[in-house]
């Protein structure tokens, strides 16, 4: 499994306890989701391995797990490390909701500039995410919040938004 097809579930924190579990932080929306998790791939040295386990309790975004068939210091060495699943198991967004990493190369059109570039990526700072978008060599950063984003469309690879009043003046000089 490369990692392009993968998507970053969270990462191994630490031990807990004295009997191997270790502590996942699930960088999810609904962490109680993956309750009935089995397995995921660690990213080491570059490489994703499948590793097998058992969900113990989930509490907030911490899961606390207990790895099938490595020893405690194995499953200690494992800190630090990245978590990723497939790509395919993500549950499919429909409507005005999307995943970050699936927008990336769609065309923004504003409702008062028309066609303001292609999205780069999303820059998730933690106020709020950020539309990178690129259009003749100039960046432009648009907010990543519902009152902007009034449709995607998946099929056409385009999503249309009403940007602030004189934001993308400021980027394009207009």
């Not at 911490?62 to 978590?83: N, Q, Y």
């Not at 984003?149 to 004189?166: L, S």
């Amino acid at each position: 499994m490369k990692q392009e097809e993968c998507y970053r579930l969270g990462n191994i924190t630490k031990p807990f306890g004295y009997k191997g579990q270790m502590v996942f932080f699930l960088d999810v929306d609904s962490p109680e989701d993956y309750a009935d998790l089995d397995s995921a791939f660690v990213e080491i040295k570059g490489n994703l391995v499948p590793y097998f386990f058992k969900v113990d309790k989930i509490n907030g975004n911490k899961a606390i797990v207990t790895f099938e068939d490595i020893t405690p210091d194995e499953a200690h060495a494992l800190a630090g490390h990245d978590l990723y699943l497939p790509l395919d198991l993500l549950p499919e967004l429909t409507g005005n909701q999307f995943y970050f990493h699936e927008v990336t190369g769609f065309k923004v059109i504003d409702s008062e500039h028309g066609d303001i570039g292609t999205i780069q990526t999303i820059i998730d700072y933690p106020a709020q995410p950020l539309f990178q978008i690129m259009k003749n060599g100039t960046e432009i950063l648009i907010p990543v919040i519902d009152p902007v984003i009034k449709k995607v469309d998946r099929e056409q690879k385009t999503i249309y938004i009403e940007a602030p009043n004189g934001l993308i003046d400021l980027y394009l000089g207009s």
